[in-house]
Every structure is written in structure tokens, then in C-alpha cells.
């Protein structure tokens, strides 16, 4: 009776994939299509990535990351209303320390969306609340280097270096970052 049972329930399973697979359903998680999404992405196949990363989202659309890494994807496609929209679905006004992480990266996102559009003062109002964020402080270079450059933009040149020389302290410098202080000068 056990052989029968466990043949019975190998066959059950496979039945169960083939009317799956033949009905248009999928056994892939939320994950895997995210995983998925992030290849293709790597690839610069932004087609299957975004198809990839509609299907994670609609299997799990609580995954922050998902929606992040999908509007930084359609910033690479000049889509930045809809990055702005997917940046937003990502943002919750919770004090934990993976919502904040998350909250900082989507602000980011929105900032470069909003500096891509010439919609400079918009720009560093994102930059500004992403920074205000101590969570995933790794950021804070590459957001104060588009902040600076933000600053440059609207004129606000001593901004612009105060932003430049915090980089400069906590880094080696580079040489854009020197050029660029020396520019806002």
C-alpha cells in the first residue's frame, strides 16, 4: 500500500505541473521571478526584465526591493513618471531599520528620476530625506555626489561644495569629485 501511495502522489504532482504549465499558471515564486527580473536587467534586456519584475511583484507586492529595483530599471529607459510612481509603492512611514534601508533607497531613486527630468529642486528635495535616513549610510557618498552636481544645476554653489567636501572627507578622492569642488568654487 506504500509503494501504491507513494506512486500515486508522484503522479498526482506531475499531474499537477502539466495542467499548471498547459493553463498558463506558474510554480515560480515571487523570487524567482525577481531573480529572474535582476539577470535580464544585468543582461540590458529590459523587456523580459520588466515582465519579470510585474510577475514578482504581483506574486509578492509587499517586497520593497521589487519596486525599487524596478524603478531603477525604468530610469534606464527614460520611463521616470513611472519610476516615480514604482519608487512610491516602495516608501512606508515605519521606524524599522529595514523600511528605513528600503525608504532611503526609493528616495534615491526618486532623485535621480527627478534630476534626469531637469527637475532639479525636486531632485534634492528626494537627496535631502534620503540623507536625513542613518540607515544603509553606504549610500550617502553616491547621493551626496548627485546632490552636489544638483546643486551646481540651481545655482547653490557653496551647497554644492559643502556636499563635495563631505565626500572628500570620507573618501580618497577621486579626481571628479576635486574638479567638481573646483568647478562649484
Known amino acids: 500500500m506504500i509503494r501504491g501511495w507513494k506512486h500515486f502522489t508522484a503522479a498526482g504532482i506531475a499531474a499537477f ?25 544585468e ?3 529590459y523587456t523580459l526584465a520588466a515582465q519579470n519584475f510585474e510577475l514578482a511583484i504581483e506574486r509578492n507586492p509587499e517586497r520593497a526591493e521589487f519596486y525599487i529595483d524596478y524603478g531603477l530599471m525604468l530610469i534606464e529607459t527614460g520611463d521616470y ?3 516615480l510612481a514604482t519608487f512610491d509603492k516602495a516608501i512606508l512611514d515605519k521606524d524599522i531599520k529595514m523600511v528605513l ?29 534620503a540623507l536625513e535616513i542613518e540607515e544603509l549610510s553606504s549610500l550617502d ?40 569642488r573646483a ?3
Do not use: P, Q, T
Not at 117 to 129: I, V
Open 17 to 41: 505541473v502539466l495542467l499548471g504549465s498547459m493553463s498558463g499558471c506558474s510554480l515560480k515564486s515571487a523570487g524567482g521571478y525577481y531573480n529572474d527580473a535582476m539577470s535580464y536587467y
Open 43 to 45: 543582461e540590458k534586456n
Open 81 to 83: 513618471e513611472e519610476a
Open 101 to 129: 534601508e528600503n525608504n532611503k533607497r526609493a528616495y534615491r531613486g526618486r532623485g535621480i528620476a527627478y534630476f534626469y527630468m531637469l527637475e532639479y529642486e525636486m531632485a534634492l528635495e528626494e537627496f535631502d530625506k
Open 141 to 180: 557618498l553616491d547621493i551626496l555626489s548627485y546632490k552636489g552636481s544638483v546643486c551646481e544645476k540651481l545655482g547653490l554653489f557653496r551647497e554644492a561644495v559643502s556636499a563635495y567636501d563631505e565626500i572628500l572627507r570620507n573618501v580618497d578622492g577621486s579626481a571628479d569629485i576635486y574638479m567638481a
Open 183 to 185: 568647478y562649484a568654487y
